[in-house]
């Protein structure tokens, strides 16, 4: 395969309490952290939380992009395990990436506590099923690890502090439940204002030809991209499980009432601008605008009004998943389909490696660019200086605020 990029996809530890300056420099391959306003209510804890992530059956897999992306990177848990009986032994990283992060894969919850000293402060369920619901096994596995005294972070769209059973066991065992997708009460909720016109840096959105297919992913290479060269870049989240990784500004589109989304975004936007001033601006994209189950990316274009997309493909799909009658797009199509609908540009395709080797991605690449006339990469598995790249040629000026150069 060809060199990945230098970007750091390990999990980083996370501390309720502002942690202090450090006066040692910091790793050359960590991620920066993000800077959001808008955070997960999170138990007081004055120790780094640790985490065990319930995947069963599912890790690697479409469904579990939620573990999968913890694994990957997480700013506010130290992932000790996953559990997933049909990968037991196996180390988490060999399975995502052809890395080893030390990381393992347990059989089941005795297992995965058999493996850490200390009881793990919370149990993260790490699958994202289309249903958004628990299974009965699945509910007895989260009730098994609150009665053990393990806190929950749930991102389904289930609300499990509202269920009779689940908020008895959270106050007979002291522990909490943090339900990621809820959305604030109605009143608070905000609608378009039109102030994203106000935020005067580049937003650039990742945005998709199917769902489950990476955009998360690259936004936050980019995002840590742009910041370890020395441009001052902020990843806006959009779904639970960027919000569960760290992403402090950011809201779960699919959760919030269809008349306060773009609203919702725009402020969002908008308070990270105010924030934090930045350099530029990545949107997380959910869905795909051609996709007729999921209309958030529709949202994601009118609240965030982005000058720029990048737009994440995986040409080793025949079939959308969870959809196995509906084609794929062509990301021709797409790019037509995201400019018709709004003011913006498609400024590189990135692809999605699943069932492709390094040569096929090579060729693909080929011919995407040669079709389409834009730039294409891999943002897990080719060097992030293309990703940049594609950033600069939109955006020239975004050259003169780099400290470092892109690798």
């Keep these: 395969m060809s060199t990945v990029s230098p970007i750091s996809l390990r999990p980083r530890p996370y501390s309720a309490q502002a942690p202090p300056a450090s006066t040692q420099p910091s790793p050359a391959n960590t991620f920066p952290p993000l800077h959001n306003a808008h955070t997960l209510p999170q138990p007081a804890i004055s120790r780094t939380a640790t985490a065990i992530i319930y995947c069963e059956g599912q890790f690697g897999d479409i469904d579990g992009k939620t573990a999968n992306g913890l694994i990957r990177h997480s700013e506010k848990y130290t992932v000790l395990s996953v559990i997933d009986s049909t990968q037991a032994g196996l180390d988490t990283g060999m399975i995502l990436d052809g890395t080893a992060n030390g990381i393992p894969v347990c059989r089941d919850m005795d297992d995965a506590l058999s493996q850490t000293a200390t009881l793990p402060d919370f149990l993260?369920?790490?699958?994202?099923?289309?249903?958004?619901?628990?299974?009965?096994?699945?509910?007895?596995?989260?009730?098994?690890?609150?009665?053990?005294?393990?806190?929950?972070?749930?991102?389904?769209?289930?609300?499990?502090?509202?269920?009779?059973?689940?908020?008895?066991?959270?106050?007979?065992?002291?522990?909490?439940?943090?339900?990621?997708?809820?959305?604030?009460?109605?009143?608070?909720?905000?609608?378009?204002?039109?102030?994203?016109?106000?935020?005067?840096?580049?937003?650039?959105?990742?945005?998709?030809?199917?769902?489950?297919?990476?955009?998360?992913?690259?936004?936050?290479?980019?995002?840590?991209?742009?910041?370890?060269?020395?441009?001052?870049?902020?990843?806006?989240?959009?779904?639970?499980t960027g919000l569960i990784q760290g992403a402090r500004y950011g809201v779960a589109l699919d959760s919030v009432p269809s008349q306060f989304c773009a609203g919702e975004l725009e402020a969002t936007i908008v308070e990270a601008f105010d924030n934090e001033q930045p350099d530029v601006i990545i949107i997380e994209g959910q869905g795909a605008l051609s996709h007729p189950a999921f209309s958030t990316t529709s949202f994601i274009l009118r609240g965030a009004c982005p000058q720029a997309v990048v737009l994440q493909h995986a040409p080793g799909r025949t079939f959308r998943c969870d959809f196995d009658t509906m084609a794929m797009p062509n990301p021709a199509d797409e790019i037509t389909l995201i400019e018709t609908f709004a003011d913006t540009r498609v400024i590189g395709l990135t692809l999605n490696h699943e069932h492709m080797d390094d040569d096929q991605v090579s060729q693909a690449m080929a011919r995407f660019s040669h079709e389409l006339g834009i730039p294409v990469t891999d943002a897990l598995n080719r060097p992030v200086r293309h990703l940049l790249e594609m950033v600069f040629a939109a955006f020239p000026a975004l050259r003169h605020g780099l400290t470092g150069a892109p690798q």
């Design 124 to 240: 993260i369920f790490g699958m994202a099923p289309a249903s958004g619901l628990l299974s009965e096994i699945q509910r007895d596995v989260v009730l098994a690890a609150m009665g053990k005294g393990m806190s929950i972070v749930n991102g389904l769209h289930e609300f499990l502090n509202d269920d009779p059973e689940f908020a008895a066991a959270r106050i007979a065992h002291k522990v909490d439940i943090v339900d990621v997708r809820r959305p604030r009460p109605k009143k608070f909720l905000r609608m378009f204002s039109g102030s994203i016109h106000q935020v005067t840096c580049p937003r650039i959105a990742v945005l998709g030809t199917d769902c489950a297919i990476g955009k998360r992913t690259t936004a936050t290479v980019l995002t840590a991209a742009l910041n370890a060269i020395g441009l001052k870049a902020v990843l806006v989240g959009t779904g639970q």
